[in-house]
Structure formats: structure tokens, C-alpha cells
């Protein structure tokens, strides 16, 4: 049998989560696992964690009641809110979760689903009903952009999937990562002119000869239009004589605002920091976006940082403040502690 990253946990996990199973099958109600055990069965990523098993019912008013009872009836805590019809079981620190289907889904409807239109596997000693990988692409396409959906752990399973797929998830909305050498012409034009519009002619930049030819575009598109992106630059710095090799964060658009596609470019920028194992690291002066998002912000972090150039001169700037997702060099940690300057050998990005 194959098992995720965290193996023990997760085999008590199925215990409990057969369990949970069998009582809703037992009430009548059918029942079919989705989440992070159905991406870990298709993609046999050992690398993963399956900290919890979802499970979805038909949505009916009476389900999930029954579900309550029975639950009642064998002494198992929960949570359930029937506002938004979901049902949290635990055990310690081991979690089911039942929701219903949802609507508007292309792949998974409710009068097919539960009867013919998933899969059948053996979990562990005990068939189950398991969503398809078809529907499993929908609905992670479309938990990219809608409520909550924004959050890192979404954009790093959608990472895996489409790694597994070897191809970009079908669906309204796409998250590209490209280098500037490799832009298309009809992103480079674009990124240009978001740019202007944004920061005005004055600031016009060439995408391919501005910045280095690695530097990272994390662009959100909605049918193939681009509605937010940044820039990680890649930039070495030194501090107290030893050199780092960071992301400089630049150009951060969002083209449509108060949507959700800043969060999730901002997202998809920090796991590229975790893929790319570094701290990134901008300047601005609007930080509270950023920090909803989970970066880390300083006041006036800039001028912790010198501009060294090719001649030795030394540039400074003091309008800046910094944000921040730290890597494992933690090198913002460092920078924060001590006092001594960091130089870079470019521009304040």
C-alpha cells in the first residue's frame, strides 16, 4: 500500500475516516471522497501530507441531520454549520470533513454523481466512491479564484496537479510562471502596457531587456487575459561579507482590483519562493495587502539596504517600506537582529 509524506498519521486517519464513512452509508446516505487523499491516490506524490479526508453527500436537508444523529448516537464530536453545509468530525487531531456538492459544476452533477459518475477504489480494505481526476481538475480550477480559495495550500496542489498532468488546468483561470527571456510577444506587450497604465509612460519598461533574463512573471489570466502579475528578480546581496541569493519582488499589478487576483498572484510569488528555496524581498508603501496575504512587512526597511554600484559609489534610499516572505537563510531574521547594512548591486527594485 502507498502512503503520503506523513504515513503514521494518516494511517490512524483512515481508521477514523472509514468509520465516519461507513456511519453515513449506514444512514443511507451515499458518500464520495475528494480532497487531498484523491489528489494523493492520482498523482502517487509520496511528498505530500494528508492531514484530513473530505467527503461529500447529496445535498439534501435531511442528510445532514442524519448525519448529526448518528453521530450523537455513537459519541463522536462535531461541528456542523448549516448555513454553509459542512460537517466537522474529530478525533484528537484526526479530522473528517463532509460537505455537500455544491453548484455549477460542468463535471459533477448531483443526479449522476453519487449514482454512476465517480470512481470505485479500495481504501484500505473498505470500497469507497472517489471523485474522478476530470473533477477533481474543475473543482481545483475554480477554488483558485472563488472565496477562500486564494490560500498557498490551493496554489501548491494545483502546482502538483498540473506537474502531474503535464499541462495547465482546463478552466477560466490560469497562473503562468515565466522567465523574461522565454515571455511570448503577446505577454510581453502586455506586461508593458499594464505597467504604463498603472505607474504611468514615465516608467515604461522592455520586459526582456530591463530585467535580468531569469527574473520570474507570475501572471494570473482570466481566458487568457492577464489580470495580475509581479516580478522575482533574481538578485545577490551581501550581509556581513556573505552573499545571498534572494528574489528581488517587483512590478506588482493587479490590472482588475477587489477580485481576489492580487492574492492569488501573491500566493503563487511565495511558492515560488518555497520551489525556489529563497527569501523574497520588495519595497512599498502599501503593505497592508501584503500583510492579509501573510508576508511579513517592516517600516522603512529600505534603508537597511545600500546600493553598491560597479564604481563603489554607494546609493541610498529612504522612501520604502519592505515586505517580505523569509526562505531558509532567513536572512530577514538576520537583517532585523544586527544593524550592519545590506548591499545589492542593483537599483531598489
Not at 459544476?105 to 448531483?110: A, I, Q, S
Not at 482546463?170 to 499594464?194: I, M, Q, Y
Amino acid at each position: 500500500m502507498k502512503y503520503p509524506k506523513n504515513k503514521e498519521h494518516f494511517k490512524e486517519l483512515v481508521i477514523f475516516a472509514k468509520k465516519i464513512i461507513k456511519i453515513c452509508e449506514d444512514a443511507g446516505i451515499p458518500t464520495i471522497v475528494y480532497g487531498s487523499f484523491a489528489h494523493f491516490y492520482y498523482t502517487k506524490n509520496k511528498g505530500i501530507n494528508v492531514n484530513d479526508i473530505d467527503i461529500m453527500i447529496p445535498e439534501h436537508k435531511k442528510n445532514f441531520p442524519k448525519v448529526v444523529r448518528a453521530l450523537k448516537k455513537n459519541k463522536i464530536k462535531y461541528y456542523y454549520s448549516p448555513r454553509w453545509e459542512t460537517l466537522i468530525i474529530k478525533k484528537g487531531d484526526l479530522k473528517v470533513e463532509v460537505d455537500s456538492v455544491g453548484k455549477g459544476y460542468k463535471t459533477m452533477k448531483e443526479s449522476t454523481l453519487f449514482k454512476s459518475n465517480h470512481a470505485k477504489i479500495n481504501f484500505y480494505g473498505l470500497q469507497i466512491r472517489l471523485l474522478k481526476l476530470i473533477q477533481i481538475e474543475e473543482m481545483y480550477g475554480r477554488a483558485l479564484i472563488e472565496s477562500d480559495k486564494t490560500k498557498l495550500n490551493v496554489i501548491y496542489k494545483v502546482d502538483l496537479l498540473e506537474k502531474f498532468l503535464s499541462r495547465k488546468l482546463k478552466g477560466d483561470f490560469v497562473v503562468d510562471v515565466v522567465k523574461s527571456k522565454d515571455l511570448n510577444r503577446r505577454d510581453k506587450k502586455a506586461l508593458e502596457e499594464l505597467r504604463v497604465k498603472e505607474f504611468g509612460e514615465k516608467n515604461r519598461k522592455d520586459f526582456k531587456k530591463d530585467y535580468e533574463p531569469n527574473t520570474l512573471w507570475v501572471m494570473v489570466k482570466k481566458k487568457g487575459r492577464i489580470v495580475s502579475f509581479g516580478g522575482i528578480r533574481p538578485i545577490k546581496v551581501k550581509y556581513k561579507s556573505k552573499t545571498y541569493n534572494i528574489g528581488g519582488v517587483c512590478s506588482t499589478i493587479s490590472s482588475v482590483k477587489k477580485k481576489g487576483y492580487g492574492k492569488l498572484m501573491v500566493n503563487a510569488m511565495v511558492n515560488q519562493s518555497k520551489k525556489m528555496d529563497k527569501t523574497i524581498i520588495g519595497f512599498t508603501g502599501k503593505t497592508k495587502f501584503f500583510a492579509k496575504c501573510g508576508w511579513g512587512t517592516k517600516k522603512d526597511l529600505i534603508r537597511r539596504f545600500v546600493w553598491v554600484k560597479k564604481n563603489g559609489e554607494k546609493v541610498y534610499d529612504n522612501d520604502g517600506d519592505g515586505i517580505y516572505y523569509e526562505g531558509k537563510d532567513k536572512l530577514i531574521s538576520k537583517v532585523l537582529k544586527g544593524k550592519s547594512m545590506v548591499e545589492i548591486p542593483v537599483e531598489f527594485w
